[in-house]
């Protein structure tokens, strides 16, 4: 069977790139008339480069004909999150406060993305702020899921992941400050990776809205998909001083030996979809199948102190803004306004209090990973939801609050070891749903590893979307 480009691994579609027998100008091509036929349906970009992308494939057919292709991302088509600046793109984060903005710059992960002959096609919708959990915003409406239309894709990378599971680019760049790449890429079948705190470098982006629990990260239908984009960013780099004591990542898998696993499949009393318990406890199960040592129990550190105040990060990141932007009280939705007025009264014990808490955690989080190599856990409570509304208030016949989807993900951003999000088997109804895998810190090439070897016996890896077919 002859795979179309969308079909193909982003190693596949490099390797043709290499032989000739595509050019970067062809797999632009085809992206962006898969772009053309169904943003009108899933609304995943908020912009389209159709003329840079094609400038950017010219430029690398130039290098590929001179057989000098910079890594395995020349003339791959990548989208990029709008939390995240590309100079001459609309930077307008989801907030009329921003709506007429254009970056001035490339934040330091674009520019490594350019340096490693990537072809940058757009930005794509999320959120607000990024601070939601379903993705829509007063500007550019809500995203649809790729596997229904009419649901959410999940936040805050919503626009990201729809883009790579409908096959309008192999891979994406988003961030993840709670759970944002890993949720939404267990809404739609996908892998996505938070990694290592300043795993990928950054520096010279927009204020940060939680602290340093916010990364960026790959976003692909493969690990060894997101391993090519981490191989190619993961490294050190002067602008970001936390990325140096970290070594290259690894271009291709390794065995990852016999792991001693730990599977979390609820926290507390919070409620879990029941489909969603069975199929991550299967997932769980294959991984024992595969030889590694797997227990079942809770998390074995306290979590609470740092859920009770994670809002008032947030918060005090929106009074930031508000200091910024005089207009931002004014243009911004009520919510974020009185966010920020919320965090103009946080004082700054309190705030230095959350950062102990967190400081708390990571050691705590790293005492635990002596015991253990992986910590596994649902990556979502809750099914995905119809688009246009925030958050399920009902899981498994109990009502919850905002976070009570979102309840499995934000602990590995406070500790800020690496989290990988990969596809358990789908609902009954075809639904996708995902379990994450958090490793110890630095431990982003394991975690990958691990993937790989799941993903090999797991036919649901292979499934598409029918809009996208």
């Not at 179309?4 to 595509?22: A, C, T, W, Y």
């Not at 938070?194 to 950054?202: E, H, M, Q």
């Not at 979809?273 to 079942?296: K, M, S, Y």
Request: proline share 8%; with cysteine; net charge negative.
């Amino acid at each position: 069977m002859t795979l179309e480009i969308h079909q193909m691994s982003v190693r596949e579609i490099g390797q043709r790139l290499r032989d000739r027998v595509l050019t970067a100008t062809e797999v632009v091509e085809h992206y962006l008339a898969r772009i053309e036929r169904l943003q009108p349906v899933l609304n995943a970009f908020t912009y389209v480069d159709v003329e840079g992308a094609r400038a950017a494939a010219r430029a690398s057919d130039e290098r590929l004909v001179a057989g000098r292709p910079l890594s395995w991302l020349e003339g791959i088509p990548v989208s990029i999150k709008d939390n995240i600046y590309v100079k001459g793109m609309p930077f307008v984060f989801g907030s009329p406060l921003f709506k007429d903005r254009i970056a001035e710059q490339d934040e330091l992960p674009i520019a490594l993305l350019r340096e490693a002959g990537a072809i940058i096609m757009g930005k794509t919708n999320l959120p607000e702020f990024a601070s939601r959990g379903s993705t829509y915003n007063p500007v550019y409406g809500a995203t649809g899921n790729p596997w229904d239309p009419e649901l959410t894709t999940g936040g805050s990378s919503g626009g990201s992941v729809a883009s790579v599971a409908a096959g309008m680019v192999p891979l994406s760049m988003g961030t993840d400050g709670g759970g944002s790449i890993r949720r939404p890429a267990g809404y739609t079948g996908l892998v996505g990776f938070k990694p290592t705190l300043s795993r990928i470098p950054r520096a010279d982006g927009f204020t940060s809205v939680l602290y340093d629990c916010e990364v960026v990260g790959p976003i692909g239908r493969s690990a060894d998909d997101v391993r090519l984009m981490m191989q190619a960013l993961a490294r050190p780099h002067r602008r970001d001083q936390r990325s140096r004591g970290f070594v290259p990542m690894r271009g291709l898998a390794a065995d990852p030996g016999r792991l001693r696993i730990l599977y979390v499949p609820q926290y507390g009393n919070n409620p879990v979809d029941p489909e969603i318990a069975a199929n991550c406890r299967a997932a769980a199960e294959q991984l024992r199948a595969l030889g590694h040592e797997v227990t079942e129990g809770p998390l074995p550190f306290d979590i609470q102190p740092v859920s009770d105040n994670w809002a008032k990060i947030g918060n005090v990141c929106m009074s930031l803004m508000a200091q910024q932007y005089p207009r931002f009280k004014d243009d911004v939705t009520p919510e974020y306004r009185d966010r920020a007025i919320t965090g103009d009264g946080i004082t700054g014990g309190d705030y230095q209090g959350v950062i102990e808490l967190l400081l708390a955690l990571r050691s705590d989080v790293g005492d635990a990973f002596a015991q253990y190599d992986i910590i596994m856990t649902p990556t979502s409570a809750a099914n995905p939801w119809p688009k246009n509304e925030p958050f399920p208030p009902v899981i498994d016949g109990q009502k919850v609050g905002p976070r009570g989807h979102a309840v499995f993900t934000n602990w590995v951003n406070a500790c800020s070891h690496p989290g990988l999000a990969l596809p358990a088997a789908p609902t009954a109804s075809g639904v996708p749903v995902g379990f994450q895998l958090v490793g110890d810190f630095g431990a982003d090439d394991l975690l990958l590893d691990l993937a790989t070897q799941y993903e090999a016996q797991a036919a649901w890896m292979r499934l598409w979307p029918a809009c996208a077919e």
